[in-house]
């Protein structure tokens, strides 16, 4: 007998102009989960796409990696010690492996140098995550990976909480159509990001070692004012230069880097020549922990904290009016201080 879970996310926030769904497309559709094989069958409504990158500790690379064939088929590929490849899923490729990119490079076949990475990478798995990325893939389908992460503590994989050094994520990666590549999209979800940023770390409880560690930095306060300015109304290359000047880095709890890379390339290269900086249609949202033995946390229900940015993003008026507020909050601020002196 197949039992009620939990609603899958609307499909997507509808004002971006590539994704305009009707209002059957977005309403929520529930998932159902048949009890005899614990596999979520759900509708494949929902345009959007989203990748999903997941760390974890505790369980290798090889058995997560046949959790995910076992659950969404696929062939199995060794990429060398802790770093596996699943391909051709029903949902396209996935990868599994220790989130440590210096050990799996290798210097020359069998040498002495690939023999000490694989050492240290045995060695520092117990303190290094192992990662899991998904394709992209509908929206709609979250809440299966929320039943391959089930699997995986089945399995012993430990999350966020499980220690005090764990310092595990969570990362999404909505995607935007080549026609949402533009600036006046991407900056009202900028702002509605930066006006909800607050309020969201303390709704997700950032993990104490995650803010002393550098990945999820908030935005600096003159960039966060510049931005949050109701007259700022950018060109795209000034979006991106703006980015560039006032936050030159990665570690941001909103990475923009891959997307304006994906806009601009060689901007981005010229001013910070990062290899690590990946070129892809995506925002890069780094806060959620990855919080995966707490039953109440999803992925799903990460993926739904997103959609509340976008659809403030998407209503024009209601997000001017709180730029506005913000400004006029300030402005009485230093009238008030102004007046003590």
């Not at 004012?225 to 000034?238: I, K, M, N, T």
């Not at 990460?302 to 001017?320: G, V, Y």
Request: proline fraction near 8%.
């Amino acid at each position: 007998m197949a039992r009620l879970r939990y609603p899958a996310p609307a499909a997507v926030s509808n004002c971006l102009r590539s994704e305009r769904l009707d209002a059957a497309r977005i309403a929520p559709t529930w998932t159902w989960v048949d009890q005899a094989n614990d596999r979520t069958v759900i509708g494949r409504g929902g345009r959007r796409r989203v990748g999903v990158e997941i760390e974890f500790g505790k369980l290798d690379s090889d058995r997560a990696a046949a959790a995910v064939q076992r659950r969404f088929g696929g062939t199995i590929e060794s990429g060398g010690p802790h770093r596996v490849a699943v391909r051709n899923t029903e949902l396209g490729d996935f990868r599994v492996e220790l989130d440590w990119g210096w050990v799996h490079g290798t210097a020359g076949k069998g040498g002495v140098v690939d023999k000490a990475k694989t050492l240290l990478a045995d060695l520092g798995r117990e303190v290094v995550p192992t990662e899991l990325v998904t394709p992209p893939m509908p929206a709609g389908r979250l809440p299966e990976i929320d039943s391959l992460v089930m699997d995986f503590v089945e399995l012993g994989a430990e999350g966020t909480r499980s220690g005090l050094f764990n310092g595990f994520g969570l990362h999404l990666n909505p995607s935007l159509a080549a026609d949402d590549l533009a600036a006046d999209p991407i900056r009202r979800v900028l702002q509605a990001y930066l006006l909800e940023a607050p309020a969201l770390r303390v709704a997700i409880d950032v993990d104490p070692m995650r803010r002393l560690l550098p990945f999820v930095e908030p935005f600096p306060q003159p960039y966060i004012d510049h931005v949050l300015h109701p007259d700022y109304a950018p060109s795209l290359e000034q979006l991106i230069d703006d980015y560039i000047r006032f936050s030159p880095t990665r570690n941001r709890e909103l990475d923009l880097l891959p997307l304006f890379a994906q806009i601009d390339e060689e901007r981005i290269r010229r001013a910070l020549p990062d290899p690590r900086v990946s070129a892809r249609p995506t925002f890069h949202w780094r806060l959620p922990n990855a919080d995966i033995e707490d039953p109440n946390w999803t992925v799903a229900g990460q993926w739904a904290r997103w959609q509340r940015i976008e659809e403030m993003a998407c209503d024009t008026a209601a997000l001017t009016e709180r730029l506005t507020e913000r400004v006029q909050v300030l402005e009485g601020r230093e009238s008030v201080w102004a007046s003590l002196f």
